[in-house]
């Protein structure tokens, strides 16, 4: 059954849209992980007056086997379709993305110049010790992770999906040949305790981002989910700070 290998099953993981004003926020979660993660800043938004769509990625949510049948290109599409919803609804839409989620953001920006501005949290440009999945694939399904996340409330698989995890590391490369093509303002975040993705993401993304507003903050306590975890307040109100500044002179209450 897929709960076996879901961490907290009980939590609700499932594609939301919350119903708000004329700009819309498209919320793109990481690998192995489920909506659950980019809620909070969701319910964040929708409170200060926006539309906020968040869809469950293929092959996520169900059973690892189905993350281990998917193409980096299935998440792009679903990404792109649901951006596409979204602006037809919106007068500008903003993406954001965790993780995974955030190389999806980086290649809808180049794909859509329509795409207003991007919000990412820990953007995985480097990853660390994941290259092993195009050798291990061959030999086993998954990867048991080591490090669990019980202790925040996070929903997803327990275990690390081999070609599923090789096809992100091809979204990855596809996301670092387009970073000079992101030229629409950026609000990226890292952390110093990340063990997944490497601190050297932001001098690649200080490098080769197309973009000539680049806001780039380094966290020094968070771990990898940092929607999630112990610094979660700080960057929320970062981001809101940040687009009250953005949103053609329209406040953002820090609600």
């Given at each position: 059954m897929a709960e076996n290998y879901m961490i907290h099953p009980e939590l609700d993981g499932s594609s939301f849209i919350y119903q708000g004003g004329k700009t819309g926020f498209l919320l793109l979660h990481g690998f192995t992980a489920m909506t659950t993660e980019?809620?909070?800043?969701?319910?964040?938004l929708h409170a200060a007056g926006h539309t906020v769509s968040?869809?469950?990625?293929?092959?996520?949510?169900?059973?690892?086997?189905?993350?281990?049948?998917?193409?980096?290109?299935?998440?792009?599409?679903?990404?792109?379709?649901?951006?596409?919803?979204?602006?037809?609804?919106?007068?500008?839409v903003w993406v954001a993305g965790e993780s995974m989620g955030g190389l999806l953001c980086l290649l809808l920006a180049a794909n859509n110049p329509t795409v207003r501005g991007l919000l990412l949290y820990a953007p995985a440009l480097a990853v660390r010790k994941m290259r092993i999945a195009y050798i291990l694939q061959y030999v086993m399904k998954y990867l048991t992770k080591k490090n669990s996340k019980d202790d925040l409330p996070w929903k997803g698989y327990n275990v690390y999906p081999l070609k599923g995890a090789?096809?992100?590391?091809?979204?990855?490369?596809?996301?670092?040949?387009?970073?000079?093509?992101?030229?629409?303002?950026?609000?990226?975040?890292?952390?110093?305790?990340?063990?997944?993705?490497?601190?050297?993401?932001s001098d690649l993304m200080k490098r080769k981002?197309?973009?000539?507003?680049?806001?780039?903050?380094?966290?020094?306590?968070?771990?990898?989910?940092?929607?999630?975890?112990?610094?979660q307040q700080k960057v929320i109100d970062h981001t809101l700070s940040y687009l009250s500044k953005k949103l053609n002179g329209k406040s953002v209450h820090l609600s």
């Open positions: 980019v809620r909070p800043l969701g319910e964040r968040a869809p469950l990625l293929p092959g996520h949510g169900t059973h690892p086997d189905d993350l281990n049948k998917v193409r980096w290109q299935d998440w792009l599409q679903t990404a792109q379709s649901e951006y596409e919803k979204l602006s037809e609804q919106c007068d500008e090789v096809e992100m590391l091809k979204l990855q490369k596809a996301a670092r040949k387009i970073l000079s093509g992101v030229t629409q303002p950026t609000l990226a975040f890292f952390s110093e305790k990340d063990p997944t993705v490497k601190l050297s993401a981002l197309g973009s000539d507003e680049l806001e780039m903050v380094i966290l020094k306590e968070s771990p990898h989910v940092i929607l999630l975890a112990n610094e």
